[in-house]
């Protein structure tokens, strides 16, 4: 014979798996970098570096020289240039980016701006030496407000510092074209 | 009683698995790191078969931006071929007394600027024990690093020379570069 | 027969039945499964040029297909799809077309042709990544075997399965490609 007793156990056991699974956070928000945000103007403190997000400027095409050849990109979007001052603290490394945008879309660097003189993607910065590099995003120009850069370690950021850099005052119109010089 | 054999024998199996999952990472730690350091003078030393000497070392400041300055260190190493092949690779850095750590640049200048500060107008290339262009055993393969450091380094650094297959032996030279000013 | 024994014997036999109910209603719901697979058409459907497919990662939206002289002398001849390609996931991706890569299956004459060469228009050059709502026009480029006739073509597009939470770990991945679409197309400029 079976005791209400028994029953309620298993009862009261199928609620609390239920309930378990049901507020289990998954993988994908558990497996993340360590985030610290960081309002306008701010130094943010990762764990091997320093940086700073100095300033920004929006462009409809931009141009640069890339082995030996001059090269002007257009987009559908807008060209956001941002500027980024920064230091390693323990050792040489790169610097990895990306922008969060408004909607919380995350749009790379972008590649059709790779190998621009003084870029992100070819910088390495030293141990007690400020430097300064530009980072090219490609986006909608509604992105750009509300969203934020995102300085990682360049390769894996999980379980690494990321910092999430309020963006400065961006210029009300963009440039119909910004060339970049080394 | 029988109990107690079965928990104890699931322990010791637990412990078996994590012993066998932490070595991959054991073993990945120990060659992420030089953990024993070896001092070495002057005159070289051997690390793994190979000898290591730091041949030269150059240093120039620009006077626009007097806080950062360049080193370029040309490495001799001298073995037969089987101890280099063993050394998989090697791996050059300089650290300051605080832990800090300048790698070598690699970057589509970094040759130019090389040969722009070595006073033989000389790049040797970055530091591989095996080489394409290897030169007869018993001669010394050279290699150049260029670093880029803060003018504090100037005073003294310490260089730092080991390779995949050497770590957690590494070797540790004291350095004090001959500065010139470029224009 | 005592009535205990009559109790104990009821108990037995409710569970047997228990079992062999569960048992049938297994193989019954096995059964109606198959049923529902072979009711669900297999062949993906057919689509015209202009018709956007989703194809997980991606849209596509096939534009027009047409052969192209030539890139150099004695070289093959080649297939351009000009298409508009946009990114449906919220990150910029460099594996456009799924991982392993699956981009659109040229087939002429039944086999399969090499994968395309994949050309972002506005720079001429290969589409490296493809950002969230910034959609792209791209051409396709295959090189056609030596030995083809222009004629009609057949177009395959694979879509990639998105799993949210797996059922391990809750993680999110990218499963199985299946064809999501076909087109069948003359290409422009064939003699």
């Known amino acids: 014979m079976i005791r209400p007793a028994n029953i309620a156990i298993v009862l009261v056991g199928g609620a ?34 320093r940086a700073r997000f100095t300033g920004a400027r929006l462009a409809e095409r931009i141009a640069f020289r890339r082995f030996g050849r001059d090269l002007v990109r257009d987009t559908d979007g807008v060209f956001l240039i941002a500027e980024i001052e920064a230091e390693a603290t323990v050792a040489s490394q790169q610097i990895g980016a990306t922008w969060r945008g408004a909607s919380g879309r995350d749009y790379a660097l972008s590649r059709r701006a790779q190998g621009i003189p003084t870029g992100l993607d070819s910088r390495w910065f030293q141990p007690g030496l ?36 309020a963006p400065p005052p961006l210029p009300a119109d963009k440039l119909p074209l910004v060339r970049i010089d080394p | 009683m029988k109990h107690l054999v079965w928990i104890i024998l699931a322990m010791l199996l637990l412990l078996a698995t994590v012993a066998i999952g932490a070595l991959t990472d054991i073993t990945d730690l120990r060659r992420a790191r030089e953990w024993n350091i070896t001092q070495a003078g002057q005159a ?13 070392v150059w240093a120039a400041t620009a006077p626009s931006r007097p806080e950062r300055a360049v080193i370029v260190v ?14 998989i690779g090697c791996d050059v850095s300089l650290s300051d007394g605080s832990g800090r750590v300048w790698r070598p640049l690699q970057t ?76 | ?89 919220g990150d910029t991706e460099s594996s456009v077309f799924g991982f392993p890569p699956h981009p659109p299956e040229l087939t002429v004459g039944g086999a399969p042709l090499p994968e395309p060469d994949i050309i972002l228009d506005r720079d001429g050059e290969p589409l ?13 480029v295959w090189q056609t075997p030596p030995d083809w006739r222009p004629g009609p073509v057949s177009l395959t597009f694979h879509r990639q399965t998105f799993k949210l939470r797996d059922n391990l770990y809750g993680k999110s991945s990218w499963l199985l490609f299946q064809p999501a679409a076909r087109m069948s197309i003359t290409p422009a400029g064939a003699p």
């Open chain 2, 108 to 183: 589509a200048n970094t040759d130019g600027a090389i040969k722009a500060i070595s006073p033989d107008g000389e790049s040797k290339g970055r530091c591989t024990p095996v080489p394409y262009n290897a030169p007869p055993e018993g001669q010394e393969i050279l290699s150049d690093q260029l670093f880029l450091v803060p003018a504090d380094l100037l005073k003294g650094a310490k260089l730092r020379v080991s390779a995949l297959g050497t770590r957690p032996d590494g070797l540790e030279f004291p350095i004090t570069p001959a500065v010139r000013a470029l224009q």
């Open chain 1, 16 to 49: 609390l798996l239920g309930v378990m699974m049901q507020t289990a956070p998954d993988y994908n928000s558990v497996v993340q970098p360590f985030r610290s945000h960081l309002a306008t103007g701010e130094t943010g403190e990762a764990r091997s570096f």
């Open chain 3, 1 to 89: 027969m005592t009535g205990k024994q009559r109790t104990s014997l009821l108990q037995h036999l409710k569970g047997r039945l228990a079992a062999s109910v569960g048992v049938m209603a297994a193989i019954l719901f096995g059964l109606w499964l198959k049923v529902e697979d072979a009711r669900v058409p297999k062949d993906p459907p057919q689509i015209a040029p202009g018709q956007p497919i989703d194809l997980g990662w991606v849209e596509i939206t096939p534009l027009s297909l047409s052969l192209a002289p030539p890139e150099r002398e004695g070289k093959p001849k080649r297939l351009l799809l000009q298409a508009r390609l946009l990114n449906l996931t």
């Open chain 2, 74 to 87: 040309r490495l001799a190493l001298r073995s037969n071929e089987a101890a280099r092949q063993a050394w």
């Open chain 3, 128 to 140: 490296a990544q493809l950002h969230p709502r910034l959609a792209e026009r791209i051409t396709l």
């Open chain 2, 44 to 56: 070289g030393a051997e690390l793994h078969g190979v000898h290591v000497r730091v041949a030269q």
């Open chain 1, 130 to 165: 400020t430097d300064r590099a530009i980072a090219v995003f490609e986006l909608p120009e509604d992105e750009i407000a509300g969203g934020e850069m995102v300085l990682t370690n360049s390769f894996n950021a999980v379980f690494d510092s990321a910092l999430h850099l």
